[in-house]
Nanobody, 124 residues
Framework: QVQLVESGGGLVQPGGSLRLSCAASGRSFSNYAMGWFRQAPGKERDFVAGITGNGGSTSYADPAKGRFTISRDNAKNTMTLQMNSLKPEDTAVYYC?????????????????WGQGTQVTVSS
């Protein structure tokens, strides 16, 4: 059974940093793209960042560009999202997702497996 488990969320002040991790199990993820999405209360679940199976290519939504960095370690079946210069509008539940294709998708429907989410709150 495929499992994705996020960790690293929490409360941080504006301008601070957090590092989210996603641990994958149940199959080898090294051939497949993965991504981070987020969902704020009352809003849609939006794409944040994605990475190809070999980690050679990444993609970011505009709000994440220049502040967030996605990476993966296929030997450990893990993916991370380093978030810097956090803003109150970054507050959301962050989800790890995996798909069964090599290239990145920005669409929620493009992913087959999801974690349970981790809360990120940016507030003073």
């Amino acid at each position: 059974q495929v499992q994705l488990v996020e960790s690293g969320g929490g409360l941080v002040q504006p301008g601070g940093s957090l590092r989210l991790s996603c641990a994958a199990s149940g199959r080898s993820f090294s051939n497949y793209a993965m991504g981070w999405f987020r969902q704020a209360p009352g809003k849609e679940r939006d794409f944040v960042a994605g990475i190809t199976g070999n980690g050679g290519s990444t993609s970011y939504a505009d709000p994440a560009k220049g502040r967030f960095t996605i990476s993966r370690d296929n030997a450990k079946n893990t993916m991370t999202l380093q978030m810097n210069s956090l803003k109150p509008e970054d507050t959301a539940v962050y989800y790890c997702a995996s798909r069964t294709e090599r290239w990145i998708s920005r669409a929620r429907g493009g992913y087959d497996y999801w974690g349970q989410g981790t809360q990120v709150t940016v507030s003073s």
